[in-house]
Nanobody, 125 residues
Framework: QVQLVESGGGLVQAGGSLRLSCAAP????????MGWFRQAPGKEREFVSA????????DYADSVKGRFTISRDNAKNTVDLQMNNLRPEDTAVYYC??????????????????WGQGTQVTVSS
């Protein structure tokens, strides 16, 4: 059982910033694609961003492109999501996910093998 632990969520005003972090077990982290998803009340879980094993390839949902930045530190086994210029529609529970397979499809929840428990992000208008 892999334990992913997210942190950094909170309440912020529109236009503000938050930085989410996800800590993963050392085992297999460097071999894993890491992703961030979010789920708002009454909505399906949606893709936010993903990063390749080396960090050289990233992908973003159109809704966050230019505002969010994903990064990883393979020495610390962490993946971060820097969120700038936050909007009320970014309010959701944010989940970290781990994929131990090749970069073929990274935008669907079923593409990932392990999940964190989620951290709440609330953006007030």
């Amino acid at each position: 059982q892999v334990q992913l632990v997210e942190s950094g969520g909170g309440l912020v005003q529109a236009g503000g910033s938050l930085r989410l972090s996800c800590a993963a077990p050392e085992r297999s982290f460097r071999l894993s694609i890491m992703g961030w998803f979010r789920q708002a009340p009454g909505k399906e879980r949606e893709f936010v961003s993903a990063i390749s094993q080396s960090g050289g390839t990233t992908d973003y949902a159109d809704s966050v492109k230019g505002r969010f930045t994903i990064s990883r530190d393979n020495a610390k086994n962490t993946v971060d999501l820097q969120m700038n210029n936050l909007r009320p529609e970014d309010t959701a529970v944010y989940y970290c996910a781990q994929r131990r397979r090749a970069w073929i499809s990274v935008r669907r929840p079923l593409d990932y093998d392990y999940w964190g428990q989620g951290t709440q992000v609330t953006v007030s208008s």
